[in-house]
């Protein structure tokens, strides 16, 4: 089945306490992204990455980073998590068609974090 | 800048009506347009898009969007609601390749949220 996988879905943690949330796809796409969901925000881009070893910051990267050494894989890494940073979290995937033409994200389940 | 608006946070339709979510955006050059839907405790799931050609575009569940240019916007329809279409809705923009864009960057709305009601 065609699918992102997340894990963990659900995380308590402290503040400080270094976390990494894995995101997985296997459909071999090149271009994947994380965001995070926020009441009255809508969804904002955290950093996505157009291929292996590309990648580049979104709307609020500050506070994370990420990394692509596999093609299938991107996880989202907090060096030293802050209560501001609580917060649901979705990993995304996506094809390219034609030239530069970038389709629909096929999106993970999400990741609940609160951070303490 | 790149934008996206949806200017209502609450849609609320009895069930047999039609319904619209609307969507306007903000970017330079022709944009790549999304719908997505997000059931209680669950992922995005894409409704429909429009990346060129025909202006009305037909996607899941029976949604449909029309992409007008001039009003630069992209709103979501259906012409017979259901209870089951209650959830949250997203429209999404992609800035096309060209004028010095960054072709990964995707700006989102801050939702809607439909109620569909017996």
């Known amino acids: 089945e065609a699918q992102v996988t997340q894990n963990p879905r659900y995380l308590i943690t402290v503040t400080g306490k270094k976390l990494t949330v894995t995101c997985s796809q296997n459909?071999?796409?090149?271009?994947m992204s994380w965001y995070r969901q926020d009441p009255g925000l809508g969804l904002r881009q955290i950093y996505y990455s157009m291929n292996v070893e590309v990648t580049d910051k979104g709307d609020v990267p500050e506070g994370y980073k990420v990394s692509r050494k596999e093609k299938r894989n991107f996880p989202l890494i907090l060096e030293s998590p802050s209560p501001n940073q609580t917060s649901l979290y979705f990993c995304?995937?996506?094809?390219?068609?034609?030239?530069?033409?970038?389709?629909?994200?096929?999106f993970g389940p999400g990741t609940r974090l609160t951070v303490l | 800048a790149q934008s996206v608006a949806q200017p209502e946070d609450q849609v609320n339709v009895a069930e047999g009506n039609p319904l619209t979510v609307k969507c306007t955006y903000s970017?330079?050059?022709?944009?790549?347009l999304f719908w997505y839907v997000q059931y209680p405790n669950r992922g995005l799931q894409f409704l429909l898009k429009?990346?060129?050609?025909?202006?009305l575009v037909k996607g899941s569940y029976g949604f449909e969007a029309e992409f007008n240019k001039s009003q630069t916007s992209f709103h979501l329809k259906k012409p017979s609601a259901l209870v089951s279409d209650s959830a949250l809705y997203f429209c999404a923009v992609r800035a096309p390749p060209d004028r010095g864009s960054t072709l990964g960057r995707l700006y989102f709305g801050r939702g809607t949220q439909l109620t569909v009601w017996p």
């Open positions: 995304a995937s996506s094809f390219r068609t034609s030239g530069t033409v970038y389709n629909e994200q096929f």
């Open positions: 970017v330079s050059g022709n944009p790549y």
């Open positions: 459909m071999n796409h090149e271009y």
């Open positions: 429009y990346i060129t050609g025909d202006n």
